[in-house]
Structures are given as C-alpha cells and as structure tokens.
C-alpha cells in the first residue's frame, strides 16, 4: 500500500507560518509608519513629558531616576540593560508567537489579537498626547544610556527617519512582553510557569532605568491590555477526536435464569408428593 507524502502537508504549513510572520511584521511596521504621521511636536511633547513627571510625584510613584542610578554606577549593568531593551522585545515576542502557531493555535490566534489591538491603541493615544521620554525632558535629570553607552536603536530624536521618539506613552515594551508572558503561562503546567512574568518586570525596570519610559506609560500599557483581554474571547477548546466508525457490534442478551431452589435428587418436592397417588410413599 503506497504511502501519502507529508510533504505537500509540511509546504502548507509552512506557508501559513511565513503569512502569519509577514501579517505580524506589517502591523510593526505599519504602527511605525503611523508614529512618523504624528513626529514633528517636539516642544508638546516635552511639556507633556513635565507634565508627567509632577503627575507622578503627586501619586507618589517612584522617582525614575532612582532606579536609574544604581545602573549608572557600573558600565556593564547599563550596557546589559541598553541591550535588554533593543534586543529582547521584538525577537522574544516573534519566538513565542511561532511557538504559540505551532503548538497552541487557539492561544496564538488570542495573542496576535491582542497586540494588535494594543498596538491600534497605542498609536491613537501617540496621536492624542504626544509625549517626550525622561532621557529628553530635561527637568527628569535622566540620561539618555543608550547614546552614551550603547547600544542604541535611537538616532538624534530630531532627524530620527526609523521612529518618532516623543511616542512614549503607553510602553509597547511593557504591554508586548506582558502579553508574552501571560500567553506562555496558559499553555505551560507547572508552578515554574509563573516565572514568565519576570519578563515583564525585568522589561518594566529597563525602560524605566533608561530613561524611555515613566512609571505610568508601564501602567497604561498594562491597563489598556487588561480591558482588551478582558474583551477578546478566549481560546477556543480543541475539538473532540471523532468516533470511531463501522457497524454496530450487536449487544447479546444472555437467556434469563429460572427462579428456584437447586433440589437434591434424592429429596421430593412437595409438588412431587401431590401428585403421587394415595397409598404410595
């Protein structure tokens, strides 16, 4: 009996996978794009920027500059933390959606529609309200670690043609590598599973610490994430195997037993005895 090749099976799959990796980079892109329709607001977004920082010393959040400064007191630990930001945050996110295509559709199909929506999101509030990073507002007092240490992914924020660097409310750093985390820790069992939100944290303290983000661009990325999952539909439940198919086996009925007393064959019945004719025992 011939044998179905696989291969035209593995092309297919093959060549979903490449569509869905092309849908993803073109919605990167396309909030790239859409960052540069709204660059050119410099001065807004710096005094939106002071306007942040006074926000968030009357909520009595952190100051960023705390946290930035224990990585100032050594070189290595701030190049780690430059490297961190440009080199974690897309890849980390591609890998999990490439896992979560191949092992768990139904969670990846939620995940792709979740940062799309937060990345819609994103834009229109980038439209909205302008805002300057700490390292470029300069009553924060931080500094900008990746043009002085390296590396960077940011040119001079002025002639930057590859981003618009007064986008900094929400953290799609924070908000990406939330719903990473969160996706992974539904499809994996165990209690090691919770340390996919280091991610996250570890996400969280290096864009606070240098100096692309504040306090609250982190909590309304988490924020907007939380009432788009709460929005979307959850995974759908992989279907039941089929039953199998074929005739039905006939059920047989063993015969029913007669009711009654074994008798011992040396013993009458009382029946027997009736029906004897009178005068014989």
Avoid at 6 to 24: G, Q
Avoid at 143 to 148: A, E, L, N, S
Avoid at 204 to 217: E, I, P, S
Wanted: charged share 15%; aromatic share 8%; proline share 11%.
């Amino acid at each position: 009996m011939d044998v179905p090749s696989t291969a035209p099976v593995r092309a297919a799959a093959l060549r979903r996978a490449a569509r869905e990796l092309t849908l993803v980079a073109v919605l990167f892109l396309a909030y790239k794009a859409g960052r540069q329709l709204v660059a050119g607001h410099a001065d807004a977004a710096r005094a939106n920027g002071e306007r942040i920082w006074w926000l968030e010393r009357l909520l009595h959040l952190p100051d960023e500059a705390a946290v930035q400064a224990p990585l100032l007191l050594h070189e290595l630990p701030v190049r780690l933390a430059n490297s961190y930001y440009a080199y974690v945050h897309f890849p980390a996110t591609v890998l999990c959606l490439l896992w979560l295509y191949l092992r768990r559709p139904a969670h990846y199909l939620r995940l792709r529609r979740a940062l799309a929506a937060l990345t819609a999101a994103a834009l229109v509030l980038h439209v909205c309200v302008p805002l300057a990073p700490p390292r470029l507002t300069a009553l924060t007092g931080l500094v900008d670690t990746g043009r002085r240490f390296g590396p960077t992914v940011y040119g001079p924020p002025d002639s930057d043609q590859l981003s618009n660097q007064y986008a900094a409310m929400p953290s799609l750093h924070v908000g990406w590598s939330l719903a990473v985390a969160l996706a992974l820790v539904a499809v994996t069992a165990g209690r090691w599973r919770w340390l996919w939100l280091a991610h996250p944290l570890i996400t969280a303290f290096v864009v606070v610490g240098t100096g692309n983000h504040y306090w609250l661009d982190a909590v309304v990325a988490v924020a907007l994430l939380g009432l788009i999952l709460a929005v979307l539909p959850g995974p759908a439940a992989t279907p039941a195997p089929p039953a199998p198919t074929g005739p039905p086996r006939p059920h047989v009925v063993p015969p029913p037993r007669r009711p009654g007393r074994r008798r011992h064959p040396k013993v009458p019945a009382t029946a027997d005895v009736r029906l004897r004719p009178p005068g014989r025992i």
